[in-house]
């Protein structure tokens, strides 16, 4: 009988409804099968007949060796799980399992695995069903899965359950196995016209003066120092001169851009909707960043994060993008460092020369000598901004995206009064 | 990959197991035909794609139809109603078949095919049945193991979100691969679990308890016995026909030394003494035409544990000793069959049984002792003495008003006789009643044994002799005697229990039917028509004696002459004359071996009887005798009954079976329904001792000795030793044979016990005693090699470990984990072999080749050692960084390969 069990969230309603089945338990089959027995038990008593006695006699071998069968069939039946390499909220993905059975002689059959642990970071909590895994080999069962938070969710204990043989009985084991699996913040569609509202506003790249550095065009000749790579004497032009000149070459840089995430909410306006708006732009963010990477921009990022500001400079590259992906995915619950902080903070990585998007859960008035000075792109994660821009997947629901540390307090009797109590306590906010 | 394929073949061989069963328990091969055709035509249509199921109303109608069928049968038929709803359930099967939709469906298969298995398995004990029965519990364990995984994947598919991944080519053929496999080792260990269980619980749970705490589940006997029945009547003349169904095994042992088969034997059952002829008064709800029996039905003796025994009588002195050992099968019929003269039983079933000394009949009581197979044991003498019985049904004493004036003078007339003959025979004087012609003429000793007072001694005799008899006084010959007489006051055997021991209380007698029987009635003689009585006076047929005068008519003048003298001797003595027989004369036997040849040389055997328009409305005997001149066994003992009784012969019909067909193999006689007969036993021997004679004069059933013994016979014997084996074993397994078990159990442990315990406790004397110098040297040479093995198990563990240890080194495997090291290396043997293998001929790897790498460079290699290097490479690599353990068939294998190049390469340089 399979027993739903929640595990305690702060929103019972976005919860991942946990299936849970206790370690021996009977099933209707089983006790179907009992009265079936003791049936063939009575009327052998009755008939006296000597092959009933048998079969009675056969009925109970066989419920006792039921119960034997299912106890060495998740016996030394160990999990390993192949994570994904990419993980993002509202796109299904597959988790693989890999189930060893290291017993000997004896086969593992009919096998449920169930998640118990870092199930809350998928719509359905993980489950996989092992046909057979024969002894002494490994059976891959893939399973699909739907992440529904970003961050870095663990996954450990587990539950392995079986029927076998004959479904009388229920027998299950808890097993730990400790793995991690990072869930970047959902990844949409960015509209075109947004990325080249990016390379307009961009102060560097092609559409700047050369800067001096780089292999890729000639920039300039300047007298040789000492310690200067020879291969860059241009020979011809200091047999002309009699000095040694070096060539200065010069670098065609792409444009850069600075993502700027605002993930700042003040605790008195803690609230599904504004979560849902700071989860937006994140992957408003991620977005922007995927797509931007894609079409050979370099993007960098500043954030705020439990280590401070976390400034990841603009490149390029498959592996830059996880990273930058990563950062998003763990951006934590930032209740410190306001829009304006994040701008003056932004202000020494804007100098050298990349352009600045701002994403912001609010409508941010700049003022204009910020604007012109800095080239700054702003985009609002309110729904009606960001549709200009951005369009997400119906699957993805930004109020339930935040890790659970971070969603809101609303979902018991208990939460709610503190919910009232603070709306109360801040009248203004309200 | 979630497809379990084999499901359904199972599925459809466990139908056709299952019905196939059935219809070999209710011999139904139409059931069969029809079942198996629609299974095998169904498992066509899925397998070809063109099945659609039947539509659920259709159905649901016709198993309502069905239903009602099937109630009709089991309310009108008259076939047992466990076959009968059997019938059902196979129908019902077939409608499911057709019906099959989801596992539903197949999980009502399963369970239906159970059912019929389990009622098919209490209407039989055939031993082929017993093999496909157990044939088909594996069978059922294979398919509930498979269904179990076809519905738990179906419902994890629907539960779980499976991705629409195709699983690789690599994990379907590891599940094609090994799945079958693992069923059958998972298939193998259940089966073993079961069966021990099953085996435990059929050799010792309790058995007798809660027997028909239900009632009985056959509402009839599962077999009804068509070749013998306890009347014979010719109303019905197409009845019989040939039936070859199993009856008995009987062994017989004839003076101790075991029969093998060179001669029949008659089994006797009861024994019909009136004949009802064409009265039609419906007295005792008899039909015209009919025999039935009219004797005394015997005391009532109890058996109270399986395997008890009980002594019938005293068996005669100096004659033969027959003993039977008699497995019967379930009849119908409550009768014991046996040789004739029967002194002792011992029966395996507990119960109770009535013994009548009148015709040596043996009739259990119980009806669980008719509905199973019962075995018995019973010592025969051959001879059976002739005990008259008395003329009346009522109580003695009420008719005959003098008896105790006729007690008085008997006493001291025995008395007087014993003061002369010197001997007391006290104790045992109402059994030599019969014989005590006393000062009688010989010829006279029967008609003296028809005397009523003398009868009453004879009824006595049995049960003097018999012990303990229920509610009798054992061996208080008063108390015996006031037995026997309430006994021949009544019938049956259940009235003798109503009325107790005593035979002067005031209660109301009832005759053999339970109806109130007025006092005092008369036994009826048989209603013999008089052209038979005119038939046997015949000199053809009784025969002629000296100067071509007819037996019959020297018979008569012989007893007229000795009934006016026996007349006039007791004049004075008040007796009675049962007029019913005649004094035994010496022409008796003769006019028997005449009629008896007449009829066997006359009259033709055949069991083709239905030419009812020739006897209809005359008498069967007579139309046989005049008109028919032919019939089966019954017609003739009958006529030949109804011929000796005209001429007031005491003569009976006995029915039962004639054994021919010895089973070499078993050494049993094997008795079929097909061999019940009937013959005739008329009073013989000697005026001393009179005797019942045996005559059969059936034609064409000469006593041939054994059948022909052609090899399909001896098959059929192996096979019949089989399954005599199995239902004397499996079948027949009871409370009693349980019993036997505990107690041989207990009693082997008790003794081994006490045995080890005496053992153990001799040995301190032992030592104690001078064995002491022998036994302190043989302990310290025990110690000594104790020591030794001890030294010698620590060095080659010490030796074993740095062998490892340095393998572990060779391989490189010296930076890992101690425990991990040593299990590689346990693992890695065969590369440590490969690899010196490969040094001695001077290819030693570098250290700063990997292993790949070393065997990469071994291109130079012949190309089968290169690629047998190569293999073992990566086996190598799947060990130390995949984890996998080698088995020790692939450890033989790898080694074998190690062997070939060897022989590949040639010598090394070593060497």
């Known amino acids: 009988m399979l027993r739903n069990r929640a595990i305690p969230t702060r929103n019972p309603a976005t919860a991942t409804v946990m299936h849970r089945k206790p370690s021996l338990d009977f099933s209707v089959t089983g006790l179907v099968y009992c009265s079936m027995m003791m049936f063939m038990g009575l009327a052998a008593m009755n008939s006296q007949a000597s092959l009933l006695f048998g079969v009675f006699g056969l009925m109970i071998g066989i419920l006792l060796v039921s119960g034997f069968i299912s106890r060495v069939v998740l016996r030394r039946l160990h999990l390993h799980r192949v994570l994904p390499e990419l993980a993002v909220v509202g796109q299904p993905t597959t988790v693989t399992y890999e189930f060893a059975n290291d017993k000997r002689f004896w086969p593992s059959l009919s096998v449920c695995l169930a998640e118990l642990d870092g199930a809350e970071a998928f719509t359905r909590q993980p489950q996989s069903y092992m046909l057979h895994a024969a002894a002494r080999t490994v059976a891959t069962i893939p399973t699909e899965v739907m992440p529904k938070r970003r961050g870095l969710h663990e996954m450990d204990r587990y539950q392995l359950s079986t029927s076998f043989p004959f479904g009388f009985i229920k027998r299950a084991v808890e097993r730990r196995q400790k793995d991690l699996m990072l869930i970047y913040p959902a990844l949409g569609q960015l509209d075109p016209k947004f990325l080249s509202l990016c390379r307009s506003a961009d102060t560097s790249g092609a559409t700047m003066r050369p800067r001096r550095g780089g292999q890729d065009e000639f920039y300039g000749v300047k007298e040789h120092r000492n310690g200067e790579n020879p291969r860059h004497i241009y020979w011809r032009r200091s047999a002309r001169t009699g000095v040694l000149v070096a060539k200065e070459m010069t670098q065609v840089s792409p444009p850069r851009l600075l993502i700027l995430v605002d993930t700042h909410i003040a605790p008195e306006l803690r609230s599904v909707q504004t979560h849902a708006d700071i989860e937006r732009g994140i992957a408003m963010a991620a977005t922007l960043a995927s797509q931007a990477l894609e079409a050979g921009l370099s993007v960098g990022l500043l954030a705020w994060s439990d280590d401070g500001w976390t400034l990841v400079q603009p490149a390029r590259g498959k592996r830059h993008r996880r990273d930058l992906l990563a950062v998003l995915a763990r951006l934590p619950l930032n209740t410190d460092k306001t829009t304006q902080d994040l701008l003056d903070e932004s202000r020494s990585t804007v100098e050298t020369g990349a352009t600045p998007v701002l994403i912001t859960p609010r409508e941010v008035q700049l003022g204009l000598s910020d604007a012109v000075r800095s080239g700054l792109v702003v985009a609002s994660a309110r729904p009606d901004g960001s549709r200009r821009w951005f369009n997400f997947a119906p699957t993805v629901f930004f109020d339930r995206c935040m890790p659970v540390d971070q969603e809101p307090m609303i979902g018991g009797q208990g939460a709610r009064k503190r919910e009232k109590g603070k709306a109360k306590a801040t009248p203004a906010a309200a | 990959m979630y497809d379990i394929r084999q499901f359904k073949p199972a599925l459809y061989l466990l139908l056709f197991l299952g019905i196939s069963g059935f219809a070999l328990a209710a011999q139904w091969p139409g059931v069969w035909v029809l079942a198996v055709g629609g299974i095998a035509l169904n498992a066509w249509l899925v397998k070809t794609g063109r099945f659609t199921p039947m539509p659920r109303f259709l159905a649901n109608i016709v198993t309502i139809i069905a239903f009602i069928y099937i109630g009709d049968l089991v309310l009108h038929s008259v076939t047992t109603p466990i076959l009968i709803i059997g019938q059902f359930l196979v129908l019902l099967q077939l409608v499911k078949l057709y019906e099959q939709r989801a596992n539903r469906d197949y999980a009502q298969l399963i369970i239906l095919s159970l059912l019929l298995m389990v009622a098919a398995a209490i209407n039989t004990a055939s031993l082929a049945f017993g093999l496909m029965f157990i044939a088909y519990l594996f069978l059922s364990l294979y398919v509930c193991l498979l269904f179990h995984l076809k519905v738990e994947s179906e419902d994890a598919r629907k539960a779980i979100s499976l991705p629409e991944i195709e699983p690789s080519p690599n994990m379907l053929r590891q599940d094609q691969r090994h799945l079958p496999k693992s069923m059958r080792r998972l298939t193998g260990l259940i089966s073993l679990v079961a069966v021990c269980m099953a085996v435990v619980v059929f050799l010792f749970f309790p058995r007798g308890t809660g027997a028909n705490l239900l009632g009985p589940l056959q509402f009839r006997p599962s077999r009804a016995l068509t070749g013998f029945s306890e009347q014979v009547g010719f109303q019905s003349v197409a009845r019989i026909t040939q039936n070859n169904e199993l009856v008995a095994h009987v062994q017989v042992w004839h003076n101790d030394k075991p029969l093998n088969g060179t001669q029949s034997i008659y089994l006797r059952g009861l024994t019909l003494d009136h004949y009802n002829g064409g009265n039609t008064d419906g007295r005792w709800r008899r039909a015209p035409y009919q ?621």
């Open chain 2, 291 to 911: 025999w039935t029996r009219m004797l005394p039905q015997g005391p009532e003796y109890e058996v109270a544990r399986d395997g008890d025994d009980r002594i019938l009588r005293d068996p005669p002195f100096g004659t033969d000793v027959w003993r039977q050992r008699i497995t019967l099968q379930p009849t119908g019929s409550s009768v014991l069959f046996g040789m004739g003269g029967p002194s002792y039983i011992k029966l395996f079933r507990r119960g109770s049984f009535v013994f009548s000394g009148y015709d040596d009949s043996i009739q259990v009581r119980e009806p669980a002792q008719v509905q199973q197979p019962i075995d018995y044991e019973l010592v025969s003498s051959g001879q059976m003495r002739y005990a008259a019985v008395p003329p009346e049904l009522g109580f003695p004493r009420m008719r005959y008003f003098r008896r105790e004036q006729r007690e008085r003078e008997e006493a001291e007339r025995v008395a007087a006789e014993r003061a002369a003959a010197g001997q007391d025979r006290n104790a045992n004087a109402p059994a030599s009643a019969p014989a005590a012609g006393g000062g009688l003429h010989p010829a006279v000793g029967g008609m003296v044994g028809t005397l009523v007072d003398r009868a009453i001694g004879a009824a006595t005799a049995p049960a003097a002799a018999s012990g303990a008899p229920r509610g009798g006084g054992g061996d208080d010959a008063g108390q015996a005697q006031r037995n026997a007489s309430s006994d021949d006051g009544e019938l049956g055997g259940r009235r003798r229990r109503d009325w107790g021991g005593g035979g002067d209380d005031d209660r109301p007698r009832r005759d053999i039917d339970g109806a109130p029987s007025p006092q005092g009635w008369r036994r009826p003689s048989s209603n013999i028509d008089p052209q038979i009585a005119e038939y046997v006076r015949r000199p053809e047929v009784s025969g002629t004696g000296d100067g071509g005068v007819p037996l019959v008519t020297l018979r008569d003048r012989f007893l007229e002459r000795e009934r006016d003298r026996l007349l006039k001797a007791d004049r004075d003595r008040n007796v009675i004359i049962d007029d019913r027989f005649d004094p035994l004369t010496p022409y008796d036997e003769a006019i028997c071996a005449n009629i008896q040849a007449h009829l066997r040389s006359t009259f033709t055997y055949t069991l083709d009887l239905t030419d009812a328009k020739r006897i209809e409305g005359q008498d069967p005997m007579v139309a046989f005798l005049h008109d028919l001149k032919r019939g089966h066994c019954e017609y003739f003992a009958g006529a030949m009954t109804l011929m000796c009784q005209s001429l007031k012969m005491p003569a009976r019909m006995v029915i039962g079976f004639r054994c021919d067909d010895f089973n070499n193999v078993g050494g049993y006689y094997r008795v079929e329904q097909s061999q019940a007969h009937a013959w005739v036993e008329a009073r013989g021997g000697t005026t001393a001792e009179p005797l019942w004679v045996s005559y059969d004069p059936t034609s064409g059933r000469e006593d041939t000795g054994v059948r022909t013994q052609s090899v399909w016979n001896r098959i059929r014997h192996v096979m019949d030793y089989l399954e005599h084996s199995w239902a004397a074993n499996v079948i027949a397994y009871d409370r009693g044979t349980r019993d036997n078990l505990v107690q041989t159990l207990e009693n082997r442990l008790t003794s081994t016990a006490v045995t080890s315990t005496q053992q153990i406790g001799k040995l301190p004397s032992w030592l104690r005693t001078e064995n002491w110098a022998i036994s302190s040297q043989l302990l310290s040479g025990l110690v000594a090699l104790a020591m030794l093995a001890l030294v010698g198990a620590i060095g080659w563990f010490a030796w074993e470990r740095w062998r490892l240890w340095r393998r572990a080194t060779r391989i490189g495997l010296e930076n890992l984990p101690t425990e991990e090291r040593l299990r590689l290396a346990r693992q890695l043997g065969f590369y440590d072999d490969l690899l010196t293998l490969l040094e001695r001929r001077g290819m030693a790897r570098p250290l700063h080749l990997t292993p790949m790498e070393f065997s990469d460079s071994l291109a130079f290699l012949p190309a089968e050692v290169y690629h047998s290097v190569r293999r073992l490479t990566e086996v190598f690599y799947r060990i130390r960084y995949g984890r996998q353990q080698l088995s020790p068939g692939q450890r033989e294998k790898l080694d074998h390969s190690i062997a070939q190049i060897e022989s590949l390469l040639g010598p090394s340089r070593t060497a």
